[in-house]
């Protein structure tokens, strides 16, 4: 398993921009399938989007489609979200997680490892 660390959350007004990263550890990055999960209070952990190991395929929630970008950079362990136009239905906890496959995957339950997430709040 390898070890992630997010960053990057924080308070954002609608119509903003934030981007979150998740530093990886532990193995070989490029390995491992990456994704982005969202809890908001009192709701089921969703998917946000996800990213194969070099990064030529990647999947996007309807919800987030055309207004958030998945990124990684194999040589630095890192993986990025960009987020643009939020808005506030985007509040929530975000998770990054892997799993060990040369493609995207997008089942929460697949994953190996997760993050301990970073919290998003976007204000009307």
């Known amino acids: 398993q390898v070890q992630l660390v997010e960053s990057g959350g924080g308070l954002m007004q609608a119509g903003g921009s934030l981007r979150l990263s998740c530093a990886v550890s532990?193995?070989?990055?490029?390995?491992?399938?990456m994704a982005w999960f969202r809890q908001a209070p009192g709701k089921e952990r969703e998917f946000v989007a996800a990213?194969?190991?070099?990064?030529?395929?990647?999947y996007y929630a309807d919800s987030v489609k055309g207004r958030f970008t998945i990124s990684r950079d194999n040589a630095k362990n890192t993986m990025a979200l960009q987020m643009s136009s939020l808005k506030p239905e985007d509040t929530a906890v975000y998770y990054c997680?892997?799993?060990?496959?040369?493609?995207?995957?997008?089942?929460?339950?697949?994953?190996?490892?997760w993050g301990q997430g970073t919290q998003v709040t976007v204000s009307s």
């Open positions: 997680a892997a799993r060990r496959s040369l493609f995207v995957v997008t089942n929460s339950r697949l994953m190996d490892s």
């Open positions: 532990g193995h070989t990055f490029s390995s491992y399938a």
């Open positions: 990213i194969n190991w070099d990064g030529g395929s990647t």
